[in-house]
C-alpha cells in the first residue's frame, strides 16, 4: 500500500530522492524526519508497519506499507533514490532477540541481502547505501570483563557474536563491502551501540534497557527489578546524536568500513538503574536482581576511528538523554491512564522475554502460495 502526501510533483523532483528501509521505526523515524525537514530531500521509507507515535507525513513525503522480505518491494522501494538507508531489522531487546533466533535470522537476511541487490539493481541512481548493523557483531570473547576499555572495530574479527541477531549483522557488513568492491556501490556502514530516547518502543517486549528502566522507575513502587546482577556494564547512543552520526557518515567521501556510533561513556546495569530512579525521585528504592537474559559482561564503544575520520564523536551526556526518554515515557504513561488503556501499573514494573512464534515466517509462505494461485 503506498500513501503519498501530496507534495507538488515538481518541487519533489528538484530534491534528493531518499529511501529509508524499515522507517516507521524507532531510528528510521527519527532519521527520515532529520531528512525531510532538512528541506533538500524527497524522503520515501518502506516499512511494513505504521510508527506508534508518529504520522508517516510528519517524517516522510511519501510512505509504502510492505514486506522487504520480498526483493520487488525493494526494487519499489530504492526506485529512482540516490541514497538507500537500510534500517529494517526484525529487532528488539534482550528479551526478543535471545529467544527469537531463528525466526530473526531468516527474516533478517532476506531484508538485507534484498535491499543491497536492489540498490544494485538502481546503480545508475543509487550512489550510496547506509546500513545500520550493530556492537551485537563483536566477538563475545572480547566482553568478558565489565571493565572493558571500548570495542575497537578489529574486535570483531575472527567472528564469535554471542546470537545469531550479531552473526546476520556482520554477514550482511561483508555481503555490503563485497559489493562495494565488485559493482562500486558505495557502502557506508555504522555498528550502532544501545540507541535510546523518545518515540520508541517502551513496553511489550520488544524495548531495550533504556525504556524498559525508565517505565520501571516510573511505575515501580516497592522495588525495581532487573535481569541479572546488574554489574554488567555498557554505553548508550542518544537518538539525536545516532542521527547525526548517520548522517555524517553517509556524508563522508572515504569512510567506507564499518565504524562505532556509539558512546564511550560506560555504565553499571546498576547504576543506570539508579540514575533512572533519581530521575524519578526514588532513589532508595531497592534493586531486585531476578534471572533472565543478560548478554556480554561488558562493552564499550571506542571511538577512535570516528574521531579520526568525522573529527566528531557522540555528545549528549547519558543523564541528560535519560531526562528527555523520561518525560517522554512518563507523557506515554499518563495518557493510557487518562484514556483508560491501562488502570493497573504493576505489569510495567517487569520485563517480558517474548516467545518465538512462526507466524512471520508462515505469513510468507502463505504470500506466495497466494502468488502462485493468481499466475
Ligand atoms: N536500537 C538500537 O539500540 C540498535 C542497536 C544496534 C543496531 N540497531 C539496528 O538499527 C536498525 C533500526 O533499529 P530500531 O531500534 O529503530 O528498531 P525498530 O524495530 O524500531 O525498527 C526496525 C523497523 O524495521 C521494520 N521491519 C522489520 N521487518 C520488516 C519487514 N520484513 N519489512 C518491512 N519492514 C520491516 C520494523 O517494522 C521496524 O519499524 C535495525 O537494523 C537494528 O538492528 C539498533
Given at each position: 500500500m503506498e500513501k503519498c502526501n501530496g507534495e507538488n510533483k515538481r518541487e519533489g523532483k528538484l530534491k534528493k530522492k531518499v529511501a529509508v528501509a524499515g522507517g516507521a521505526g524507532f531510528i528510521g523515524s527519527h532519521l527520515a524526519k532529520s531528512?525531510?525537514?532538512?528541506?533538500?530531500y524527497y524522503v520515501v521509507v518502506g516499512d511494513w508497519k505504521e510508527n506508534d507515535f508518529m504520522h508517516w507525513t510528519d517524517f516522510c513525503h511519501q510512505f509504502f506499507l510492505l514486506d522487504l522480505r520480498d526483493m520487488a518491494n525493494c526494487i519499489k522501494l530504492t526506485e529512482g533514490c540516490s541514497e538507500v538507508y537500510m534500517l529494517a531489522a526484525d529487532m528488539g531487546g534482550m528479551g526478543f532477540i535471545k529467544s527469537n533466533q531463528s525466526v530473526l535470522m531468516f527474516n533478517n537476511t532476506l531484508i538485507s541481502t534484498n535491499m543491497l541487490e536492489s540498490a544494485r539493481r538502481h546503480l545508475h541512481t543509487v550512489n550510496r547505501y547506509f546500513y545500520a548493523s550493530s556492537a551485537c557483531v563483536y566477538n563475545e570473547h572480547k566482553q568478558m570483563e565489565t571493565t572493558n576499555p571500548g570495542l575497537k572495530e578489529s574486535d570483531a574479527w575472527p567472528a564469535k557474536p554471542q546470537d545469531t541477531y550479531g552473526l546476520e549483522k556482520l554477514y550482511s557488513e561483508e555481503m555490503g563491502l563485497a559489493y562495494m568492491r565488485d559493482f562500486g556501490l558505495q557502502f557506508r556502514?555504522?555498528?550502532?551501540?544501545?540507541?535510546?530516547?523518545?518515540?520508541?518502543?517502551?513496553?511489550?517486549?520488544?524495548?531495550?534497557?533504556?525504556?524498559?528502566?525508565?517505565?520501571?522507575?516510573?511505575?515501580?513502587?516497592?522495588?525495581?527489578?532487573?535481569?541479572?546482577?546488574?554489574?554488567?556494564?555498557?554505553?548508550?547512543?542518544?537518538?539525536?546524536?545516532?542521527?547525526?552520526g548517520i548522517r555524517k557518515i553517509m556524508d563522508c567521501p572515504d569512510l567506507d568500513v564499518p565504524v562505532?556510533?556509539?558512546?564511550?561513556?560506560?555504565?553499571?546495569?546498576?547504576?543506570?538503574?539508579?540514575?533512572?530512579?533519581?530521575?524519578?525521585?526514588?532513589?532508595?528504592l531497592p534493586i531486585k536482581h531476578i534471572e533472565g537474559p543478560?548478554?556480554?559482561?561488558?562493552?564499550?564503544?571506542?571511538?577512535t576511528l570516528i574521531k579520526e575520520k568525522l573529527n566528531w564523536e557522540p555528545k549528549v551526556r547519558l543523564a541528560?538523554?535519560?531526562?528527555?526518554?523520561?518525560?517522554?515515557?512518563?507523557?506515554?504513561?499518563?495518557?493510557?491512564?487518562?484514556?483508560?488503556?491501562?488502570?493497573?501499573?504493576?505489569?510495567?514494573?517487569?520485563?517480558?522475554?517474548?516467545?518465538?512464534?512462526?507466524?512471520?515466517?508462515?505469513?510468507?509462505?502463505?504470500?506466495?502460495?497466494?502468488?502462485?494461485?493468481?499466475?
Open positions: 531528512l525531510k525537514d532538512d528541506g533538500g556502514c555504522a555498528r550502532f551501540h544501545n540507541v535510546y530516547g523518545p518515540k520508541g518502543s517502551w513496553k511489550g517486549g520488544r524495548e531495550k534497557a533504556p525504556p524498559a528502566f525508565c517505565r520501571k522507575a516510573i511505575c515501580s513502587e516497592t522495588e525495581f527489578e532487573m535481569w541479572g546482577d546488574g554489574e554488567q556494564t555498557r554505553s548508550f547512543i542518544y537518538i539525536d546524536d545516532c542521527v547525526t562505532n556510533l556509539g558512546s564511550s561513556e560506560m555504565i553499571t546495569m546498576n547504576g543506570f538503574a539508579k540514575l533512572a530512579l533519581d530521575l524519578c525521585g526514588k532513589s532508595n543478560v548478554g556480554v559482561r561488558g562493552r564499550n564503544s571506542d571511538n541528560e538523554g535519560m531526562k528527555e526518554t523520561m518525560r517522554w515515557i512518563k507523557c506515554e504513561i499518563e495518557r493510557e491512564l487518562e484514556s483508560g488503556k491501562v488502570q493497573d501499573l504493576s505489569r510495567y514494573c517487569s520485563s517480558r522475554v517474548v516467545a518465538q512464534t512462526t507466524d512471520s515466517l508462515d505469513q510468507l509462505l502463505v504470500k506466495t502460495n497466494e502468488d502462485k494461485a493468481s499466475l
